[in-house]
T-cell receptor, first 113, second 112 residues
């Protein structure tokens, strides 16, 4: 069974730029959730995608957007990057929508300068 | 509750000891809870979950206890090993919402 994978591993961007992060869900999983983890803190929920539609969103501005594809892989897009967007971005996949048994990938470390 | 702060509480144990990591949650409407282990530079690793209709659930070397009266969750690790050294997070969910809300992590240090 293939686990959750994310790309790229690390990324450095300049304030104001846009970034796209990618996630491949675990085999058999149709739901992807994205989280932001600032240094020294627990992950914060951004949004969840189920069968290609957004299925719940946390307290993040609209410049954070996402997509899910028919193969259940997903992208997180962040526009107009700010310094505070520097964080570890995690995706988690699960067998169904909701919070249950979410399995995380290794994350993408984004640094905004 | 929400995770805050850069200075994590730390639990230091000797190899072979039993470890107990505690978590207080604030939302009385939460009905699903998960424990995750996060090693440096890696994503959180699922350990065990429990629903609010249970008080206790056991896995391999781990036990989760849920006390809804005082809104308290604990993770017990039996015969702790150096490989158990990591930051441990509890996460909660309120029925009807998709998100997991992560608590303040606890750093577990296991010395040989």
């Amino acid at each position: 069974e293939t686990g959750v994978t994310q790309s790229p591993t690390h990324l450095i961007k300049t304030r104001g730029q846009q970034v796209t992060l990618r996630c491949s869900s675990q085999s058999g999983h149709n739901t992807v959730s994205w989280y932001q983890q600032a240094l020294g803190q627990g992950p914060q929920f951004i949004f969840q995608y189920y069968r290609e539609e957004e299925n719940g969103r946390g307290n993040f501005p609209p410049r954070f957007s996402g997509l899910q594809f028919p193969n259940y892989s997903s992208e997180l897009n962040v526009n107009a990057l700010e310094l505070d967007d520097s964080a570890l971005y995690l995706c988690a996949s699960s067998r169904d929508r909701g919070p249950y048994e979410q399995y995380f990938g290794p994350g993408t470390r984004l640094t905004v300068t | 509750g929400e995770s805050v702060g850069l200075h994590l509480p730390t639990l230091s144990v000797q190899e072979g000891d039993n470890s107990i990591i505690n978590c207080a949650y604030s939302n009385s409407a939460s009905d699903y809870f998960i424990w995750y282990k996060q090693e440096s530079g890696k994503g959180p690793q699922f350990i065990i979950d429990i629903r609010s209709n249970m008080d206790k659930r056991q896995g391999q070397r781990v036990t989760v206890l849920l006390n809804k009266t005082v809104k308290h969750l604990s993770l017990q690790i039996a015969a702790t090993q150096p490989g158990d050294s990591a930051v441990y997070f509890c996460a909660e969910n309120q029925r009807g919402f998709q998100k997991l809300v992560f608590g303040t992590g606890t750093r577990l240090l296991v010395s040989p």
